[in-house]
């Protein structure tokens, strides 16, 4: 998978230091990844979900979520926001347009 922006993670992720490795690891994961749907994720995190046109994920125990899209054809991985869990409740992500 290639994923589009990458500075963007970095950045958005620097602001909590403690989540630096668990960053490093997703994206060493996703980098190698050969996915074709959510089932083919939730092989190598269970606890990852659609919602709505996009994929969460849960970082360090569900701190923290990473959204992306998914265009598994082309295997691209687009990143689209780091937030903390109360940021993630506040569903303001929501209002993307790819969404």
């Excluded at 630096?20 to 749907?37: G, L, P």
């Excluded at 046109?53 to 926001?81: C, M, P, S, T």
């Amino acid at each position: 998978m290639h994923l589009i922006s990458t500075r963007r993670l970095r950045e958005d992720s620097a602001k909590y230091p403690d989540v630096s490795s668990q960053i490093d690891r997703w994206y060493r994961v996703v980098k190698s990844a050969n996915w074709q749907n959510l089932i083919d994720i939730q092989q190598i995190y269970p606890d990852a979900e659609a919602v709505g046109n996009l994929i969460v994920f849960n970082i360090k125990g569900n701190a923290y979520r990473l959204i992306v899209g998914i265009e598994y054809e082309d295997q691209v991985v687009y990143y689209k926001y780091f937030l903390t869990h109360a940021e993630y409740d506040k569903d303001n992500w929501k209002n993307d347009p790819f969404f």
